[in-house]
């Protein structure tokens, strides 16, 4: 994970830092102290959102913090029974110097010939 984020043969430094992992481990609070650790103290957590067992978590420059707006945050869930949170997604924007930033991470339907359902799920989440 160290090598993922911070490549040694990186040319430039990164201003901001998009997690999305699913069917991550249950303790949000310990993925984001690790991922903190690899970043070090010059990034902060902007914000963490959680759906079931998805997750989303932006860190950015500490140095920036300043230039972005509150964040927003939603969640929707795909299944029939909600609450199984196994597929769905979870979305979190806010604006950084005057653009408007939008991150969703999904999870679909999972299986071989289950396009439609994918579909299904995909028009769901942006309705």
Not at 2 to 21: C, E, K, N, T
Not at 50 to 79: K, N, Q, Y
Not at 86 to 111: D, M, P, R, Y
Request: charge should be negative.
């Amino acid at each position: 994970l160290d090598d993922l984020l911070l490549p040694s043969d990186a040319d430039f430094a990164q201003d901001m830092y998009v997690i999305g992992v699913q069917e991550g481990c249950a303790e949000r609070d310990q993925w984001e102290i690790r991922l903190q650790e690899i970043l070090g103290p010059h990034f902060v957590l902007l914000y963490s959102a959680a759906h079931g067992v998805l997750f989303l978590a932006i860190f950015i420059r500490r140095d920036l913090i300043w230039f972005c707006s509150e964040v927003e945050f939603a969640t929707v869930t795909t299944r029939i029974i909600s609450q199984i949170k196994t597929k769905g997604a979870v979305g979190v924007c806010f604006i950084f110097f005057g653009t408007s930033f939008l991150f969703i991470n999904s999870h679909f339907t999972s299986g071989n010939g289950k396009v439609y359902e994918r579909i299904l799920d995909y028009n769901k989440i942006i309705e």
